[in-house]
């Protein structure tokens, strides 16, 4: 089993910034892709970034230029840094972590998830 756990969000501005992490634990060893997706109150979850194990990044198009997803060196915590944030960006964010390398894009693709964190911007 692969726990993750988030940390980060909050209540900010529009225009400003946060930072999330996500903690993985476990039996992470053939962990192969950790992803960022989002859920808006009253919508379905969204994917917003992933980053393989070899360092491959994907991005969905509303947050290119705006959110840089990273890793530390031990590639257990896995970082979301968002800039010019703006009131669509409100949601819970969830970690998700899965050994497949395909669709990843896709939520049915990741087995485990974190319990998610609050990102609320206001205008």
């Known amino acids: 089993q692969v726990q993750l756990v988030e940390s980060g969000g909050g209540l900010v501005q529009a225009e400003g910034s946060l930072r999330l992490s996500c903690t993985a634990s476990g039996r992470t060893l053939n962990i192969v892709n950790m992803a960022w997706f989002r859920q808006a109150t009253g919508k379905e979850r969204e994917f917003v970034a992933h980053m393989t194990f070899r360092g491959v990044i994907g991005y969905t198009d509303s947050v290119k230029g705006r959110f840089t997803i990273s890793r530390d060196n031990a590639g257990n915590t896995m970082y979301l840094q968002m800039n010019t944030l703006m009131p669509e960006d409100t949601a819970v964010y969830y970690c998700?972590?899965?050994?497949?390398?395909?669709?990843?894009?896709?939520?049915?693709?990741?087995?485990?998830w974190g319990q998610g964190t609050q990102v609320t911007v206001s205008s």
């Open positions: 998700a972590a899965t050994f497949r390398g395909t669709q990843l894009q896709r939520t049915d693709a990741y087995p485990y």
